[in-house]
């Protein structure tokens, strides 16, 4: 199932160059009409950590002003899942989901965290990571485990878990397909995705757009976030990834939301804007 990451760079590299990075995203997409919903453009909340600290709501204000629609909440900066719901309403953007550490999720801290997702308005329940002593074929079949049972608290309460990929989960380990393990032994009624596009390419995964037809309505949200040519993190458009040809399988993945992401853009209203903008006007 998983090329290698050379593979699929390749493939997304020589993709790119046909459509022609760089030009406007409607003429090199040529014929294409499909479009995202711009209530489906977001921000994960990540990329703007270092304004957000010091002027949350202000933050949000521009994001606001640029067109976002919704926010993934990582971090809360010191203010309680309340008075963000109130800086929210208060700029018209909406939480979709927020990021709880795995060790909550399986732990006495789940129950507060379906209800913070609650009054954040959010619906997904998203886990950002594992620890490094599970990265291990037996260790991620009891994630499984754990996430069937978390998964199936927050369908009690009217959520959904997800878990959010980095690189090393597209590793393969003692012949197996770490992310595989996640995908077959969790109940797809009980736990879903949230795709990073930047890991699953570098850490060698198979196309996403392969994952959304083999794993159908299992990626109800996406980290839309680009590739410099050097492997560096880019804003979306500008580096090499195909979006396009990503995309053109979103809706079998049950994709609903785009989510923005830099981990480390140099002026992160720019590079929202940036990015913001080639979705906006992207056709696949």
Excluded at 171 to 182: C, S
């Amino acid at each position: 199932m998983y090329r290698t990451r050379r593979s699929f760079l390749g493939t997304a590299v020589g993709a790119a160059a046909a459509a022609g990075l760089g030009t406007t995203p409607a003429t090199a997409a040529g014929s294409r009409r499909r479009r995202i919903p711009p209530s489906g453009i977001g921000m994960h909340l990540y990329t703007m950590r270092t304004p957000l600290a010091t002027d949350f709501r202000g933050t949000l204000e521009r994001l606001a002003g640029i067109g976002y629609a919704t926010v993934g909440v990582s971090g809360r900066h010191g203010h309680s899942a309340a008075d963000i719901r109130r800086m929210l309403d208060g700029t018209g953007l909406r939480a979709v989901l927020e990021h709880v550490g795995y060790d909550i999720v399986k732990g006495a801290g789940l129950p507060q965290a379906l209800e913070d997702i609650h009054t954040l308005g959010g619906k997904w329940i998203v886990v950002p990571s594992l620890p490094g002593s599970l990265h291990s074929p037996a260790g991620y079949r009891e994630v499984a485990r754990e996430f069937n049972r978390a998964g199936l608290a927050a369908r009690e309460s009217g959520l959904k878990l997800l878990y959010h990929n980095h690189g090393t989960d597209h590793q393969v380990v003692d012949g197996v397909a770490l992310y595989d393990v996640l995908l077959a032994e969790t109940d797809p009624e009980l736990v879903g995705f949230e795709l990073d596009l930047y890991w699953a390419a570098k850490g060698g995964s198979s196309a996403p757009g392969e994952l959304f037809v083999q794993h159908r309505h299992r990626f109800p949200a996406l980290h839309v976030k680009d590739m410099a040519p050097n492997g560096d993190f880019a804003d979306v458009g500008s580096g090499m990834l195909d979006f396009p040809v990503m995309f053109d399988t979103a809706r079998r993945g049950g994709v609903k939301q785009w989510l923005v992401e830099h981990d480390s853009p140099a002026d992160p209203f720019a590079s929202a804007l940036a990015s913001y903008t080639y979705l906006s006007r992207l056709r696949y």
